[in-house]
C-alpha cells in the first residue's frame, strides 16, 4: 500500500476537521437565535445592495482575467474566462494564498484552452496588478467622498 496516495487527503479531512472544531469552539457562545435576530434585522434593501455589490465585484474581477488576456494575445471565450475568474477568486479568496492557489486553479483551467504556464504567469501577475491598482482607486475615491471615514482608524 502507498501511503503517498492517502497523505493529502489524510490532510484535507485533517483541516476540516479542525476547521469544524476551530468555528464550534469560537461560537459556542453565540446562540442561534442571536444569529436570526441579527439576519433579520438586517433591511432587504441591505440585502439587495450586498448581492448587488458581490456581482459587481466578480464581474470586476473577471474583468481583470479579461484584460490580462487581451495583453498577452490569447483569445478565450467570454463565458469561459467568466467562469474561470468566479471559480478563481471564489476559492481561492476562501483556501487563502489567493495568488498561488488562484494560479493553480487558473493554470489547470486555461492550461485546456491551449495558455502555457508562462502565459497563465503573466495573466496571474496582471490580475494582481490590476486588483491592486483598482484597490488603490477605490480607496482614493472613498477618501474623495467620504474623508471622515479615515476617523474610524486613527483610533
Same mark, same amino acid.
Given at each position: 500500500?502507498?501511503?503517498?496516495?492517502?497523505?493529502?487527503?489524510? &490532510?484535507? &479531512?485533517? *483541516?476540516?476537521?479542525?476547521? #469544524?472544531?476551530?468555528?464550534?469552539?469560537?461560537?459556542?457562545?453565540?446562540?442561534?437565535?442571536?444569529?436570526?435576530?441579527? %439576519?433579520? *434585522? %438586517?433591511?432587504?434593501?441591505?440585502?439587495?445592495?450586498?448581492?448587488?455589490?458581490?456581482?459587481?465585484?466578480?464581474?470586476? #474581477?473577471?474583468?481583470?482575467?479579461?484584460?490580462?488576456?487581451?495583453?498577452?494575445?490569447?483569445?478565450?471565450?467570454? #463565458?469561459?474566462?467568466?467562469?474561470?475568474?468566479?471559480?478563481?477568486? *471564489?476559492?481561492?479568496?476562501?483556501?487563502?494564498?489567493?495568488?498561488?492557489?488562484? *494560479?493553480?486553479?487558473?493554470?489547470?483551467?486555461?492550461?485546456?484552452?491551449?495558455?502555457?504556464?508562462?502565459?497563465?504567469?503573466?495573466?496571474?501577475?496582471?490580475?494582481? %496588478?490590476?486588483?491592486?491598482?483598482?484597490?488603490?482607486? &477605490?480607496?482614493?475615491?472613498? #477618501?474623495?467622498?467620504?474623508?471622515? %471615514?479615515?476617523?474610524?482608524?486613527?483610533?
Amino acid at each position: 500500500m502507498n501511503w503517498r496516495r492517502y497523505f493529502w487527503p489524510v &490532510v484535507g &479531512v485533517a *483541516a476540516v476537521v479542525f476547521s #469544524l472544531w476551530l468555528l464550534l469552539h469560537e461560537l459556542r457562545g453565540i446562540s442561534l437565535d442571536d444569529v436570526w435576530d441579527g %439576519i433579520v *434585522a %438586517i433591511p432587504a434593501r441591505g440585502w439587495v445592495l450586498a448581492a448587488l455589490s458581490s456581482i459587481i465585484a466578480y464581474a470586476s #474581477l473577471a474583468g481583470y482575467d479579461h484584460i490580462a488576456l487581451l495583453h498577452i494575445g490569447r483569445r478565450v471565450s467570454w #463565458l469561459f474566462v467568466t467562469l474561470c475568474s468566479f471559480t478563481t477568486y *471564489a476559492l481561492s479568496h476562501n483556501i487563502g494564498g489567493s495568488v498561488f492557489s488562484g *494560479a493553480v486553479i487558473r493554470y489547470r483551467a486555461y492550461g485546456t484552452r491551449g495558455l502555457t504556464g508562462k502565459d497563465v504567469g503573466i495573466l496571474v501577475a496582471i490580475c494582481w %496588478i490590476t486588483f491592486v491598482l483598482s484597490t488603490i482607486l &477605490v480607496s482614493g475615491l472613498v #477618501l474623495v467622498f467620504e474623508p471622515e %471615514i479615515i476617523d474610524r482608524f486613527s483610533g
